[in-house]
């Protein structure tokens, strides 16, 4: 079974600055996708950025960008310019290449507070 | 608009209660599923389904239903035998055909057994 793990609970960060969220993963499969997902204060989920394993290019969507080390198992999300609006917790989401429309495997989120 | 929709966005339950909750979705999706999520701990799958009339037991499937009738729709029983049900329930779906679909999910119900 894949496990995540997110070993930051919270995270501060001024506005505008640049923060990393850390996310490590165990998985014996070599074809995989990673998403984050973003839970505000409504708990809404939203998705944030996703990585195709068998890419080596690092998604980018905007602000959002991941630093994904195959090798290492690891999947950390960078927000640049940090925003007000960017105060949620963040999930690490893990699912398998295989077939059979098998859910998402999360962490346990990183709470991340945006000072202004 | 297209999404997916639950209700109610609160539920309160008796203990020894069997209760619904409902999600329906119009994004013409063909798999859909239900998580659980408790406090400081990420979301654990519950139940899914790929196709009308079929599912499949998630990680923490006992004490907990589900159908699968219609495309929209993929109600969620919480049945007595559940021994910790209150929680905030997820439901989420995505286009079937590859796992690299993001899942959408809904606003969430939240559960408190009295």
């Known amino acids: 079974a894949q496990t995540v793990t997110q070993s930051q609970p919270e995270m501060s960060v001024q506005e505008a600055e640049t923060v990393t969220l850390s996310c490590t993963y165990d998985?014996?499969?070599?074809?995989?996708?990673l998403f984050w997902y973003k839970q505000p204060p409504s708990r809404q989920m939203i998705l944030v950025i996703r990585q195709e394993a068998y890419k080596q290019q690092n998604a980018t969507e905007n602000r959002f960008s991941v630093n994904f080390q195959k090798a290492a198992k690891s999947f950390s999300l960078k927000i640049s310019d940090s925003q007000l609006g960017d105060a949620a917790m963040y999930f690490c989401?893990?699912?398998?290449?295989?077939?059979?429309?098998?859910?998402?495997?999360f962490g346990k989120g990183t709470h991340l507070i945006i000072q202004p | 608009d297209g999404g997916i929709t639950q209700s109610p966005k609160y539920l309160f339950r008796k203990e020894g209660q069997n209760v619904t909750l409902s999600c329906e979705q119009n994004l013409n999706h063909d798999a859909m599923y239900w998580y659980r999520q408790d406090p400081g701990q990420g979301l654990r799958l519950i139940y899914y389904s790929q196709i009308v009339n079929d599912f499949q037991k998630g990680d923490i499937a006992e004490g907990y239903s589900v159908s699968r009738e219609k495309k929209e729709s993929f109600p969620l029983t919480v049945t007595s035998a559940q021994k910790n049900p209150t929680a905030f329930y997820l439901c989420a779906s995505n286009l079937g055909g590859s796992q690299a679909l993001p899942q959408y999910f809904g606003p969430g119900t939240r559960l408190t057994v009295l």
């Open positions: 998985t014996s499969e070599s074809d995989y996708y």
């Open positions: 989401a893990y699912r398998s290449f295989r077939g059979g429309a098998d859910g998402l495997t």
